[in-house]
Structures are given as C-alpha cells and as structure tokens.
C-alpha cells in the first residue's frame, strides 16, 4: 500500500547508523489523468485535471512541448490540480505528466493545433420550415462531430443535425427545422466557437401566411383583403393583381406585426387573378381569383349606415328602408343640414320597402332621423357626410422633366370632409407619390418619373373620379444648356447648369476634330473632360457637366493656337439648391410674403413671374425686400380669390416647384379654424385652437363647448398681435367633448368638432409576472386605459443597439385595454416608451435587461462532499427561468446514476456513490454550462477514518479519555483508505466550542495533540469532509492532580522483550496515581501491535500483546 515507512536495521539489537530509515512508497497507475482534448484551438486557454489520489508521496510534474509552453497549476483540493496553458504556435502540443520523474499512463499526450480563424463557412440567412438546409464548413483540417454543433430553436429545443463530409474535404451541417422563428446556430472546434458563430437564421413557413376577405367587386370599386405574414416569421411578401395578362395596381397598407391590407381598383369587368408570394413561395391558395361585375346601380339599395356615410352634393343619394309584408305604414326621414335648415327628402312607399331619394345643396355633416310609425330607428341620428367633388382643385400639371423630383398641389379644402386617393402611374407600371399636408385639405404631391413615356394621374374622392381625371402628365428629357461662341467673340460672361450636360458652340476652320482640343477649368482650379463633336463643317459643339457651382474657365485650341482672343468665362448655377418657402395661407386683400433662398445656387439672376389664374395675360406686380445677402422676401396684396401661379426662374432656368400654387381664400371662406384643442386634449389641461379670419374679432363669433354630460365650459377668446383669434378652455371630464363655432347665426365650415379629452395619468401597466427576460422568447404587456378615454397610443421599443423593434398591439377581449407583444432579440437594456395622445403616461419609460439565457442557481452539499452508501442531493433553482437541465455524473472509475425530483420549477438530484474519490458533477442549462461547472465533491468512507491503536486501548470501560491538567495526549489518524479530504476536530467546554490544530506527518497520517489547561469535561467531536465520525463525540475528564502519572510503576517480561507468536505481558501499577485509567500504545517493525489491558486490581492493570513479526 502508498505511503511512508519506517525501516529499522539493527545489528546485535543496536540501530545502524540513520536507523530507523523513511521510505516513501508510491502506485503510478493510481495518477488520473482528465479532459485532455484531441484538438484544441490557437490562442485559446487548455485546461486538464490530474488526480492523484491513493498515489502516495511524491512530486508531479507537467511539461508542455519540452517547456517551451508555459503551464500554470492550481490546486482544486489535497490531490487534485488544474493544469491550464495557452497555446501560442501552430504546431501539435506535446503534454508529459511525470510522478516522481516516471510518465503515467498514456503519458506524453498529443494535442492537435487548430486556428480557427482559417476556418471558412457561409451561414444562412432564410431557410424553409420542413425542408433540409444545408451549412458547408471548411475547417482547414480540423475535427468536427455532431456534438460540436448546437442548433438552438426558438422554443429552445435542440435540433440534432446531420454531419456529413470530412476534415479533408470540409463538412456540410444538415438539419430540418420544425419551427418558424430564429434559429441559433453554433459551431465549435476544439471547445471553442468558430469565428461568425453563433449565429441566427430566420426560418419561415409560407404555408402559415393567411391571405382573407378576397371578396367579387365592381368596376370602379376598391376591392380589399387581408393579408397576415406574422405567423409565417420573417421573410419578404410580393403581391401582384393581373387582369388579362396586364398587372393591376394594387396598394399596400401596412397594419403592424406583418399585417396588411390590400387594395386595387378594377377597370374591367372581368377575371382578376391575385398571385400572393412569400420568399418566393406561393402562400396557400394562391392564385387567387376575383370576379369584377359592372355596376349596374351605383348608388346601391340597400340601406345601411354605409350606404349614407358619404353622399355627393352633385349625384345625391338614393336608398331603400326594408319594410317586411308592408308591416309599416308611415316613414318619416327629417335632415337636418349645417346651417340648421331641416329638409325633407321623397319617399315613395313601395311593396316590401320605402324609396328615400335626397339631392343635398350644402357640403358638410347633415344628421338624418329616421321614424318608422313613429318610432325612430335604432341607431338614430344617423350622420352624413355631403361633399363636392368638383371643388377640388388640381394645380397646373407642367412638362415634367425626367429623373428630377416634381411636385404639384391638390386643393381639397372646400369640398368637404373625405378620402382622397391619387395614383400615379404609366402604361406598364405605378410610380412612387409622396404626399405632403400643408394644412387642413391642402397637399403638395411629389413623385419621380424614371421614363419617358406620358404619366397619368388617376384621383377620386370619396371613391368618386374628381372631374378630369385621369390627368396626363407629360415626362420631356433634361434640357441641355447651349452656349455659342465665335472666333471673333470677345471676353465675355455666359451661364450654364450645373449637373447636366452643357454645350458651347463654335466655329473653326479645321476639318476635323483631331486638330482641335478644349481646357476646361473649374472654380477649384479642377479640370474637368469635354467631348469635342463636329456638326458640319465650320461648326463645332463642345459638350460637359460641371458638378459644383461657380465660375468656369473654357479655352479652344486649333492646330495648338488659341482660337479666341481670350478665354469663356460660363458662371454655372444650380437652381435646384434654391430653396423657397411658401406660408400655406393666402387670404383674399391681405399682404402674402414668400421668401426665396439663392446661397447655394451661385451667381445668377433671380426672375419671379405671379400670374392669376383667371387673366393669365396680365403679371400680378409684387414687391422685393433683401433680408440678408442672396435671401429675398416677395410680397403681393391677390385681389380675387383664385388660384394665383409664381413662376420662379434662376438665370432663365426655372427652379425645383416651379410654379408654385397658391390657393387664395374668398372674404367668406377666410375663416380657418386649426389646433390640437379640437380634436385631443389632456383634461385639467389647457386647450386651445386658433382663428384666422381677415376682419372678424372675437365678438363676431360665438363658440360653445359642451362636455360628455352636455353641460356647457367656459371659453375665452384673445385676439392675437397677428390678427389670430386664439381659444382656450379647460376640459374636467374624461370624454368626447363637442365644439360648435358660430359666425353670426352660422356655422363655419367643419362645426361642429368634437374634442376627445384624455388622462394619460389613468393608463396603467399590469405587473409583469416575470422579472427574468430573455432573448428570443415573447414579452408580454398589459396596458389598462380603462378610465383614461381616448387617445392615440404610441408604444416605442428601443433595443441595446438604439434600434427600434417590432411590437403587436392587442386588443383586449374586455376593451378595457390593450397587450403589448415584442420579442427581445440580443442580450442587453431595452427601453419600453409609452405615450397616449403625446403624453408619457406614469411609470414611463421602463427599462429591462433581457439576456442570452438566464442560468439558475445551483446549490447542496452533493456538490462539495458526500458519504460512500448514502444519498447525495443538491438543488437546481429555475424560478421563472425557461429551459431545463443536463446532469451527469462521473466517478473516479465509473459513470454514476442520479434522480431527478421537479416541484415548483425546482429540481432535487440525488445520486448514491458507489466509490471513493473526487467525483465529477456537470451541470447544464438548456446546453450551456453554468458558471463553477463541473464539480467536484469529495466523497469519502468515514468508517474507514482509522485512529492508531485503536479506541479501545485510550478509553476506559464508560468510552471515556481520562487527563490531567498540563497532560499531553496525542492521537494519530489514518485516512488512507477513506477517500481524499480534510480531518478536522473541535472541542467543546462550557458550552463553547474551539477548534484544535491538526500536524499533517504523512500523506494520510494526521496527528491532534491535546493538552487541556483547565480541569472538567470535555467533549472532541472529529469531522472528515465535514462528516462527523462514527461514535462521536468522544467525552473526556480532565483532573486537577497534573503530577501523579509520574508515580507509575511498569514490571514484567515484556518490557524487555517478547518471542513471534507468544504472548508476553506488562504489569502497570498505578496504585500511587491518583484516579484514571492507562493509555498504552506499542509500535511494531511495520505496524501498530495491538495491546489488550485487563485490570487486575484497584489502579492494577496488566498489558498483553502478542507480536507477529520479529
């Protein structure tokens, strides 16, 4: 057995010199070496275990590559190191592991050097749900096994992939995946991710893409559907309408989380084919088919709110009340317009139903009672909306020039509330519109024509055609900048273009071109090409395109000679970078003021042109002021209210807008209400909205406003230093509030407004059940606005990266608020910014951290230290943390089983060792190893905690030990057989505990020495591994007499000698001691002789022992 020795040489019963001798005996095979990997990775720290338990004494060493490579130990216990070191060089690490300058087993170790930085793969971006993808790897030689690949779903299940391939030729990583979503792929050689690892790949399912409400339409009516993608995952969505082989423009709304609505206006009557692509699969059903009918009836007959919503001024409405087997005799219909003029429409009873015709002569919301027999209809007052479609008004459509930006203004400010829809398009195609509102129904529409081919501009109003359209629009090619200059010219200052392509013409006498060559300087002194063309033969073009603005420098040689006296002087303007600024309302007799901006345009010459639309032939006169150098402010008094045109040329080019469209409002329709106060309020808040009319003062009009209850608010009205009238009330009550404007006895156009008051203070967020977030799994929020009324709700979601992120915004089922739905994908602070009507509500912003993955907390004392036999447990905490675990668990020599217990998202793993040593637990979560994994508890045999000489010999006949004060009592403990760990023993004396020093003399040998200072009783309590021993505690008494032990008489035999095999014995006669029991301890050749004491008398005992060896 390992261990040290003690030899004794005597020769004629006299101990030689250095007699007796210390040998050390040691086991090599007893050395364990772990976790030694085949390959390991460039620069990245190795880490091993060499266990040395049961080897006996002796040094250990590690030596990395002849010691080229540097090895750092670090001790995890008495026998058990960490050997780590950090490959430098491309070359295979040889690794010696010596015991007392001899290799263990398997000893040297060879480890393959991998650089995976030279590994080469190319990672998915979007894959298809149920089919196989495929991952080509090449790892420069490099070892790859399945285990080595994670493939991480969204749900957070493994997915096991197919490895095919080798480490010459590269791998290809197959794997199916099930469900939609991220997927996270990661791949490892030699333990450590490959560079671009992990990384994501988005897996879709067309098949989960619902396309709904495709419906048969009418000629000249929107038809719409539904699309959802969101359930699909991320992908790219293509939607194309056809009829009879053309394309059929469709219009796409985006409503949030993926989800769409759809639209497209048939021309024909005929079958239209809807063809519905995600990532280039078609979705289920597709294609789709859709019968378009002629409308025979465009005003419809079947009366329901829809059917009244929007009537036109011009067509009027025609509809039908249902009237069952003529069960009503009486229909009675009063409207009532907004000057508060009750009309009455025609009805015309008929079989099974009434006829209403109504014709209206004012625009603007018109409620509508309907009685039957008197009784009035439910849902009664109806409203509708009477609108003039020939109000609108289009501004002049101009030759467009190609490529470059174009925009016109669409005046739909008095023809009443509604949709205005304007497509743009060619024969083949529609073109992007850009529409902007400069105020209350008046838009400025810009788009870019990309051909040169006529552009038409189809416009309706509340799905009514606005009168002229479609309008054509004609696309003409970039006009080219000529300049023309002679032989004969003297110095002189032309002008050109900057960024298109300029001429300068002149005369030669070369026939050709060759014998002609130009110098073209710019403002920087920059020479920039030109292209030399003959035209006939004295004439010649010179053609370039000057970048920047400035003054350029253009000499022509012939035949090397100048052909002009001096150089062309061009001054190149950009008329594009003027900027214009026009205010958006013109009022008929009142000053209008314009500003034009010509900085960044060059040196040029400013020309402005104002024409009525009415008299085209005459210029209106306008004045000019200078407020700082190139700004200018343009000032008329429009006489008439009509559409005015300012033409604005820069050096005869006309410039980005040209011409501009004003609008100028007649003395009666100059009264324009504006401000957020009509239509949202905060309640406790002021409120206010604004006035502009050209002679009116507050006491020209009367404003009431009534709250939910119709109880009237007080208002106050301040005429303002511009001439502005501003209004301000305070709302106290939560709700739909109504605003009526009067001037004199009639309403303006638009009363009366309703205001809904809000109180963002009211919107609350549910607690969040969880406090543990992580990446790739969905948050939910639930947001109360139950007593908050309405308003519009802003959720905005920033990610770590200043992102934001998608989010889906639910309905209740209550309608007491909504759920917030976004999934987290990096690891990271996000921030949560809640407003409601542009109001941060309480709480906001809110912030959390949201992680790779959450990892739980481990603990027991399984995981440090455990007895041979007995059951051994620890604890996994998973409160709130999604996943689940991996155990496993390792012995010195073989593979260890476990349980598994889960209450409450807590798991109970209790395993029984089988054998003796330092075990090896590995904790997992969802894959990932948790932090201080693996473990290693020492388990141990606390039976076989052996003292020398046993208990019996130093007890007396009640189990006792028996000391005096001063005494000094040594006990020596053998552990070479319990198992690797720490002896540790502690007394306790009134009441109080100490803890008593420990000498190590040996590998396994300990040794306590005790020597008590006071007298009374004591109890020794021994632990192993924190395991407290068999049969303790041990109680001893300690008495005061601390000199009678030198009163002991010892005769007999055996004191001098004894024969192998027969017993000799030793009389102790303590008679002269005072009170106790001896203590006798015999030490043989090569072990402890065991001694049995037998009292013969009072303090009279007799010693027998019997040895083996001589």
């Given at each position: 057995?390992?261990?040290e020795?003690?030899?004794?040489?005597?020769?004629?019963?006299?101990?030689?010199q250095?007699?007796?001798?210390?040998?050390k005996?040691?086991?090599?095979?007893?050395?364990?070496?772990?976790?030694i990997?085949n390959?390991?990775?460039?620069?990245?720290?190795?880490?091993f275990?060499?266990?040395?338990?049961?080897?006996?004494?002796?040094?250990?060493?590690?030596?990395?590559?002849?010691?080229?490579?540097?090895?750092?130990?670090k001790?995890?216990?008495?026998?058990?190191?960490?050997?780590?070191?950090?490959?430098t060089?491309?070359?295979?690490?040889?690794?010696?592991?010596k015991?007392?300058?001899?290799?263990?087993?398997?000893?040297?170790?060879?480890?393959?050097?991998?650089?995976?930085?030279?590994?080469?793969?190319?990672?998915?971006?979007?894959?298809?749900?149920?089919?196989?993808?495929?991952?080509?790897?090449?790892?420069?030689?490099?070892?790859?096994?399945?285990?080595?690949?994670?493939?991480?779903?969204?749900?957070?299940?493994?997915?096991?992939?197919?490895l095919?391939?080798?480490h010459?030729?590269?791998y290809?990583?197959?794997?199916?995946?099930?469900?939609?979503g991220?997927?996270?792929i990661?791949?490892?050689?030699g333990?450590?991710?490959?560079?671009?690892?992990?990384?994501?790949?988005?897996?879709?399912?067309?098949?989960?893409?619902?396309?709904?409400?495709?419906?048969?339409?009418?000629?000249?009516?929107?038809?719409?559907?539904?699309?959802?993608a969101?359930?699909?995952?991320?992908?790219?969505?293509?939607?194309?309408?056809?009829?009879?082989?053309?394309?059929?423009p469709?219009?796409?709304?985006s409503?949030?989380?993926?989800?769409?609505?759809?639209?497209?206006?048939?021309?024909?009557?005929?079958?239209?084919?809807?063809?519905?692509?995600?990532?280039?699969?078609?979705?289920?059903?597709?294609?789709?088919?859709?019968?378009?009918?002629?409308?025979?009836?465009?005003?419809?007959?079947?009366?329901?709110?829809?059917?009244?919503?929007?009537?036109?001024?011009?067509?009027?409405?025609?509809?039908?009340?249902?009237?069952?087997?003529?069960?009503?005799?009486?229909?009675?219909?009063?409207?009532t317009?907004p000057?508060?003029?009750?009309?009455?429409?025609?009805?015309?009873?008929?079989?099974?139903y009434?006829?209403?015709?109504?014709k209206?002569?004012?625009?603007?919301p018109?409620q509508?009672?309907?009685?039957?027999?008197?009784?009035?209809?439910?849902?009664?007052?109806?409203?509708s909306n009477?609108?003039d479609?020939?109000?609108?008004?289009?501004?002049q459509?101009?030759?467009?020039?190609?490529?470059?930006?174009?925009?016109?203004?669409?005046?739909a400010?008095?023809?009443?509330?509604?949709?205005?829809?304007?497509?743009?398009?060619?024969?083949n195609?529609?073109?992007?519109?850009?529409?902007?509102?400069?105020?209350r129904?008046?838009?400025?529409?810009?788009?870019?024509?990309q051909?040169?081919v006529?552009?038409?501009?189809?416009?309706?109003?509340?799905?009514?055609?606005?009168?002229?359209?479609?309008?054509?629009?004609?696309?003409?090619?970039?006009?080219?900048?000529?300049?023309?200059?002679?032989?004969?010219?003297?110095?002189?200052m032309?002008?050109?273009?900057?960024?298109?392509?300029?001429?300068?013409?002149?005369?030669a006498?070369?026939?050709?071109?060759?014998?002609?060559?130009?110098?073209?300087v710019?403002?920087?002194?920059?020479?920039?090409?030109?292209?030399?063309?003959?035209?006939?033969?004295?004439?010649?073009?010179?053609?370039?395109?000057?970048?920047?603005?400035?003054?350029?420098?253009?000499?022509?040689?012939?035949?090397d000679?100048?052909?002009w006296?001096?150089?062309?002087?061009?001054?190149?303007?950009?008329?594009?970078?003027?900027q214009?600024?026009?205010?958006?309302?013109?009022?008929?007799?009142?000053?209008?003021?314009?500003?034009?901006?010509?900085?960044?345009?060059?040196?040029?010459?400013?020309?402005?042109?104002?024409?009525?639309?009415?008299?085209?032939?005459?210029?209106?006169?306008?004045?000019?002021?200078?407020?700082?150098?190139?700004?200018?402010?343009?000032?008329?008094?429009?006489?008439?209210?009509?559409?005015?045109?300012?033409?604005?040329?820069?050096?005869?080019?006309?410039?980005?807008g040209?011409?501009?469209?004003?609008?100028?409002?007649?003395h009666?329709?100059?009264?324009?209400?504006?401000?957020?106060?009509?239509?949202?309020?905060?309640?406790?808040?002021?409120?206010i909205?604004f006035?502009?009319?050209?002679?009116?003062?507050?006491?020209?009009?009367?404003?009431?406003?009534?709250?939910?209850?119709?109880?009237?608010?007080?208002?106050?009205?301040?005429?303002?230093?511009n001439?502005?009238?501003?209004?301000?009330?305070f709302?106290?009550k939560?709700?739909?509030?109504?605003?009526?404007?009067?001037?004199g006895?009639?309403?303006?156009?638009?009363?009366?407004?309703t205001?809904?008051?809000?109180?963002?203070?009211?919107?609350?967020?549910?607690?969040?059940?969880?406090?543990?977030?992580?990446?790739?799994?969905?948050?939910?929020?639930?947001l109360?606005?139950?007593?908050?009324?309405?308003?519009?709700?802003d959720?905005?979601?920033?990610?770590?990266?200043?992102?934001?992120?998608?989010?889906?915004?639910?309905?209740?089922?209550?309608?007491?608020?909504?759920?917030?739905?976004?999934?987290?994908?990096?690891?990271g602070?996000?921030?949560i910014?809640?407003?409601?009507g542009?109001?941060?509500?309480?709480?906001?912003?809110i912030?959390?951290?949201?992680?790779?993955?959450?990892?739980?907390?481990?603990?027991?004392?399984?995981?440090?230290?455990?007895?041979?036999?007995?059951?051994?447990?620890?604890?996994?905490?998973a409160?709130?943390?999604?996943?689940?675990?991996?155990?496993?668990?390792?012995?010195?020599?073989?593979e260890?089983?476990?349980?598994?217990?889960k209450?409450?998202?807590i798991?109970?793993?209790?395993y029984?060792?089988l054998?003796?040593?330092?075990?090896?637990?590995?904790?997992?979560?969802?894959?990932?190893?948790i932090?201080?994994?693996?473990?290693?508890?020492?388990?141990?045999?606390?039976?076989k905690?052996?003292?020398?000489?046993?208990?019996?010999?130093?007890?007396d006949?009640?189990?006792?030990?028996?000391?005096?004060?001063?005494?000094?009592?040594k006990l020596?403990?053998?552990?070479?057989?319990?198992?690797?760990?720490?002896?540790?023993?502690?007394?306790?004396?009134?009441?109080?505990?100490?803890?008593l020093p420990?000498?190590?003399?040996?590998?396994?040998?300990?040794?306590?020495?005790?020597?008590?200072?006071?007298c009374?009783?004591?109890?020794?309590?021994?632990?192993?591994?924190?395991?407290?021993?068999?049969?303790?505690?041990?109680?001893?008494?300690?008495?005061?007499?601390?000199?009678?032990?030198?009163?002991?008489?010892l005769?007999?035999?055996?004191?001098?000698?004894?024969r192998?095999?027969?017993?000799?014995?030793?009389?102790?006669?303590?008679?002269?001691?005072?009170?106790?029991e001896?203590?006798?301890?015999?030490?043989?050749?090569?072990?402890?002789?065991?001694?049995?004491?037998?009292?013969?008398?009072?303090?009279?005992?007799?010693?027998?022992?019997?040895?083996?060896i001589?």
């Amino acid at each position: 057995m390992p261990g040290e020795y003690k030899v004794q040489l005597k020769y004629k019963g006299e101990h030689i010199q250095g007699s007796p001798f210390l040998t050390k005996i040691y086991d090599i095979k007893k050395i364990k070496v772990k976790d030694i990997p085949n390959e390991i990775c460039l620069g990245k720290m190795v880490t091993f275990l060499v266990e040395a338990t049961n080897a006996g004494p002796g040094n250990l060493e590690v030596i990395v590559n002849n010691g080229k490579v540097p090895s750092t130990p670090k001790s995890l216990g008495p026998s058990l190191y960490a050997i780590s070191f950090v490959p430098t060089d491309p070359e295979i690490h040889v690794i010696e592991i010596k015991f007392n300058g001899k290799n263990v087993e398997n000893s040297p170790f060879r480890c393959k050097i991998l650089d995976a930085e030279k590994v080469m793969f190319q990672p998915l971006e979007k894959v298809a749900v149920n089919k196989v993808s495929q991952i080509t790897v090449d790892t420069n030689g490099g070892l790859l096994n399945e285990n080595s690949i994670i493939i991480l779903s969204p749900s957070h299940q493994n997915l096991k992939p197919i490895l095919l391939g080798d480490h010459l030729n590269g791998y290809q990583i197959q794997f199916s995946p099930i469900e939609v979503g991220d997927h996270a792929i990661d791949i490892k050689i030699g333990g450590n991710s490959i560079p671009g690892c992990p990384f994501l790949v988005k897996v879709y399912d067309a098949k989960k893409v619902k396309v709904t409400d495709i419906k048969n339409g009418f000629v000249g009516k929107p038809i719409y559907f539904s699309i959802n993608a969101s359930p699909a995952g991320a992908g790219n969505l293509e939607i194309i309408v056809s009829s009879n082989g053309r394309n059929v423009p469709n219009y796409v709304q985006s409503e949030g989380n993926a989800k769409f609505r759809v639209n497209f206006k048939p021309t024909e009557a005929t079958l239209h084919m809807i063809s519905c692509k995600f990532n280039g699969e078609q979705v289920p059903g597709s294609p789709f088919a859709v019968q378009v009918f002629e409308e025979n009836n465009p005003l419809g007959t079947l009366f329901s709110d829809s059917s009244i919503k929007n009537i036109s001024l011009n067509k009027g409405v025609e509809f039908r009340i249902e009237n069952p087997n003529n069960e009503m005799k009486q229909c009675q219909i009063i409207i009532t317009t907004p000057s508060r003029k009750n009309i009455n429409p025609t009805i015309e009873k008929l079989p099974n139903y009434f006829n209403v015709r109504f014709k209206p002569t004012e625009i603007g919301p018109h409620q509508m009672v309907i009685s039957l027999d008197g009784l009035p209809v439910p849902g009664c007052p109806f409203t509708s909306n009477v609108y003039d479609v020939n109000k609108i008004k289009v501004g002049q459509l101009n030759k467009c020039i190609l490529r470059k930006p174009y925009t016109f203004q669409v005046d739909a400010s008095q023809a009443g509330e509604g949709t205005l829809e304007l497509v743009i398009s060619t024969d083949n195609s529609s073109v992007r519109a850009e529409v902007l509102m400069k105020s209350r129904g008046l838009y400025d529409v810009t788009f870019l024509p990309q051909e040169c081919v006529p552009h038409f501009l189809n416009m309706t109003f509340n799905d009514e055609d606005v009168p002229g359209s479609p309008f054509n629009i004609e696309i003409i090619k970039p006009p080219v900048s000529t300049t023309t200059a002679t032989a004969l010219d003297d110095r002189q200052m032309l002008t050109g273009r900057a960024n298109q392509i300029n001429v300068v013409n002149f005369r030669a006498q070369s026939s050709s071109v060759n014998n002609i060559r130009a110098n073209i300087v710019g403002p920087n002194k920059t020479k920039i090409p030109g292209s030399l063309i003959k035209v006939d033969e004295q004439n010649f073009k010179l053609e370039y395109m000057p970048k920047t603005v400035g003054k350029y420098r253009i000499e022509i040689f012939e035949n090397d000679k100048h052909l002009w006296k001096e150089p062309v002087f061009i001054e190149v303007v950009d008329p594009n970078q003027i900027q214009v600024v026009m205010p958006p309302n013109c009022l008929q007799g009142k000053e209008y003021e314009f500003n034009v901006d010509t900085s960044r345009a060059g040196e040029g010459e400013l020309l402005v042109k104002i024409i009525n639309d009415v008299d085209q032939d005459q210029e209106i006169p306008f004045k000019t002021k200078d407020i700082e150098t190139r700004l200018h402010r343009f000032s008329f008094i429009p006489e008439t209210a009509n559409i005015y045109r300012i033409e604005i040329y820069y050096n005869k080019y006309p410039v980005i807008g040209s011409p501009f469209i004003v609008k100028v409002q007649a003395h009666l329709e100059s009264i324009i209400i504006y401000g957020e106060g009509l239509k949202t309020a905060h309640c406790n808040e002021r409120a206010i909205f604004f006035i502009e009319s050209e002679d009116f003062s507050a006491n020209d009009f009367d404003i009431i406003v009534t709250d939910p209850i119709r109880s009237p608010l007080p208002v106050k009205c301040y005429q303002q230093k511009n001439g502005c009238l501003l209004v301000e009330w305070f709302p106290k009550k939560i709700g739909p509030h109504k605003i009526n404007v009067f001037h004199g006895d009639k309403p303006v156009i638009g009363s009366p407004f309703t205001c809904e008051i809000f109180d963002a203070s009211k919107v609350k967020i549910e607690p969040i059940e969880s406090s543990s977030f992580v990446i790739n799994k969905k948050i939910n929020l639930h947001l109360n606005r139950k007593n908050a009324g309405y308003a519009e709700l802003d959720v905005t979601v920033t990610s770590p990266l200043g992102r934001h992120l998608p989010i889906e915004v639910k309905g209740m089922s209550n309608g007491e608020g909504e759920l917030i739905e976004f999934v987290p994908t990096v690891p990271g602070k996000y921030k949560i910014a809640i407003t409601y009507g542009n109001v941060e509500i309480p709480d906001s912003p809110i912030t959390f951290f949201a992680q790779e993955s959450i990892l739980p907390k481990v603990s027991g004392d399984g995981l440090r230290f455990g007895m041979i036999n007995e059951p051994c447990s620890f604890i996994i905490d998973a409160k709130d943390i999604y996943g689940s675990p991996e155990i496993k668990i390792d012995g010195p020599e073989s593979e260890t089983s476990f349980s598994i217990e889960k209450c409450n998202d807590i798991y109970k793993i209790t395993y029984i060792p089988l054998e003796i040593g330092i075990f090896d637990i590995k904790v997992l979560w969802n894959g990932q190893e948790i932090p201080e994994s693996p473990f290693h508890p020492h388990i141990v045999n606390i039976e076989k905690v052996r003292l020398i000489g046993g208990w019996e010999n130093i007890l007396d006949s009640h189990n006792r030990l028996n000391f005096c004060i001063g005494e000094e009592k040594k006990l020596i403990f053998d552990i070479s057989e319990a198992g690797t760990g720490k002896l540790n023993v502690k007394i306790k004396h009134n009441n109080g505990f100490e803890e008593l020093p420990l000498e190590q003399t040996g590998s396994y040998k300990y040794k306590l020495i005790f020597k008590p200072k006071f007298c009374g009783e004591y109890d020794i309590y021994i632990y192993f591994e924190n395991l407290l021993l068999p049969k303790m505690p041990i109680h001893a008494i300690v008495n005061e007499n601390s000199m009678e032990g030198a009163t002991v008489v010892l005769r007999g035999h055996g004191l001098a000698g004894a024969r192998v095999g027969e017993e000799a014995e030793i009389i102790i006669d303590g008679k002269d001691a005072g009170d106790g029991e001896p203590e006798v301890t015999l030490t043989g050749v090569k072990s402890d002789i065991k001694v049995k004491l037998v009292a013969i008398g009072p303090r009279l005992y007799k010693a027998l022992y019997e040895p083996r060896i001589p």
